[in-house]
Structures are given as structure tokens and as C-alpha cells.
């Protein structure tokens, strides 16, 4: 048996708007990815600290969804700020990395071979020197946000902190750094002169006295000889007038 032409055109149609409907059902069938996302982000900093103190940076993903990796780049003054080399951290279960450029590190986590991907609040820490005095403004000036499937959602100048960094306190001297007087000086020096003086007014007072007794012995001496002289000259006039 024949089919007819007009029957044939007819079979032909149908299959055709049956092929037409299969696809639509499996366009709408097939999963639709979202992009990775976040609420927003914060970041936070120990607010006043002195030069030589610590600053602690907190940055976080809030809210965030279908996270496999991210990357914010942190800008700062280097002035008055620096990095602590190996201070950051983030997520658990991902692996961490910074890449450093002069004020600027860049905060990098990626989850891990089939790991799944992240939601919620993602946070990460970084610790800096302040190195300098001044006023300080750190910033999420670039966020990237990667999915599973290698999607990205980029931000800038997500969020900032600010840092007031004092001058270091001038060092108190204590009682050791101080001058005072040596006890050989002045005090000492009045101490023994009078014991050096009174020693030689000792020796001098002996030897006066010495020298006293001598000057007396010797003046009878001188006194007896005049008289024996005088004795002898009167004598030998009156022998001369006789």
C-alpha cells in the first residue's frame, strides 16, 4: 500500500514540532549557574596603636555564596604600615597565599581539588608593623570572586579602615641611667684633706718643737762662750797694766 503525499507532509510536521518541543524541554531543563556573590564586605583594624605596635586587619565575605576561590588586594601607605610576612590567614580547609607589592599585599584562598564551594561569611586575617606616625587608610580597593565552574565576580574599593598611628613614647631614664656625684669627688676630697692636713700640722708641730729645744741649747752655749771671752779679755788687760 502507497502513501499518499499529502499524508507524508503531515507525519513530517509532526515530527518535526516534536523535536522543536523535546528541545525546549531540555533547555529548560538544564541547571542555571549563578554567579559567586557576596552581601558585601567589611574590613576592620585595631583603630590607635604607637609606632613599633601591632595592627591586626580583619576582612570578611559576609553573606557570601558559591565561593571556590577569592582575591582582595589590600592597599596601604607603606610609610606608616607594613606587612607582617606570614601573618595571613583565611578559611579553613582552602589553601592561603599573599603576594606582596610596595602598599599593597594581595589576600589569595582557593579551596582544594573537589572540595565543594562556600557560602556564608568568609574571613581572613593579616597582620601589619605601624613603622611610621600618621593617619592610615587601609582599602579593599579590588575583590574577586571565582565559582566552581571558573565564573568571577570582580568589586572595587569594597570597603576601608582607618589606623591612627602615634609617635613612640619617649623612654623614661630610670635611677641607674642617672648621673650622681662619685663618692671620690668632692665629699672624698673634703674627707681626707683635713686628715692630710692634720697630719702635716703633726709632723710640722714635732719638728718646731725640735727645733725649738735646739735654738735654746744653743743660745746658752753662745751666752757661756761670750762670758768665758769677757772673763778671759778682763783678766788679760789687768795683766798688761801691771
Known amino acids: 500500500m502507497h502513501t499518499s503525499a499529502p499524508h507524508r507532509g503531515r507525519i513530517r510536521s509532526a515530527v518535526v514540532a516534536s ?3 523535546v528541545c525546549f524541554t531540555l533547555v529548560g531543563a538544564a541547571p542555571a549557574f549563578a554567579a559567586p556573590a557576596t552581601e558585601s564586605v567589611s574590613l576592620t583594624a585595631t583603630p590607635s596603636v604607637s609606632v613599633g605596635d ?3 586587619i580583619g576582612l570578611k565575605l559576609v553573606g557570601a555564596t558559591d565561593i571556590f576561590a577569592y582575591d582582595v588586594t589590600l592597599t596601604f601607605d607603606p610609610a606608616v604600615l607594613s606587612y607582617v610576612d606570614g601573618s595571613a590567614t583565611g578559611p579553613t580547609g582552602g589553601f592561603d597565599s599573599v603576594e606582596k607589592s610596595t602598599g599593597s599585599i594581595t589576600l589569595v584562598n582557593s579551596r582544594l581539588g573537589t572540595s565543594p ?3 556564608g561569611d568568609l574571613a581572613s586575617i593579616a597582620t601589619f608593623t605601624a613603622v611610621g606616625s600618621g593617619d592610615a587608610s587601609i582599602a579593599a580597593s579590588t575583590v574577586s570572586l571565582v565559582d566552581e565552574t571558573g565564573a568571577t565576580t570582580a568589586l572595587s ?3 576601608t579602615a582607618d589606623v591612627v598611628v602615634a609617635a613612640a613614647p ?3 631614664p630610670t635611677p641607674s641611667e642617672t648621673s650622681t656625684p662619685s663618692p671620690t669627688t668632692g665629699t672624698g676630697d673634703a674627707t681626707s684633706t683635713p ?3 692634720a697630719a702635716a700640722s703633726s709632723s710640722n708641730g714635732t719638728g718646731s718643737l725640735a727645733l725649738t729645744g735646739l735654738s735654746i741649747g744653743g743660745s ?3 751666752g757661756v762662750a761670750v762670758i768665758v771671752i769677757g772673763i778671759f779679755a778682763v783678766r ?3 795683766s798688761v797694766t801691771r
Do not use: E, Q, Y
Open 170 to 172: 619617649t623612654p623614661t
Open 54 to 56: 601591632t595592627v591586626d
Open 19 to 21: 523535536g522543536i518541543a
Open 157 to 159: 574599593d569594597a570597603a
Open 220 to 222: 746658752l752655749l753662745l
Open 195 to 197: 686628715t692630710a692636713v
Open 236 to 238: 788679760r788687760r789687768k
Open 117 to 119: 564551594a562556600l557560602s
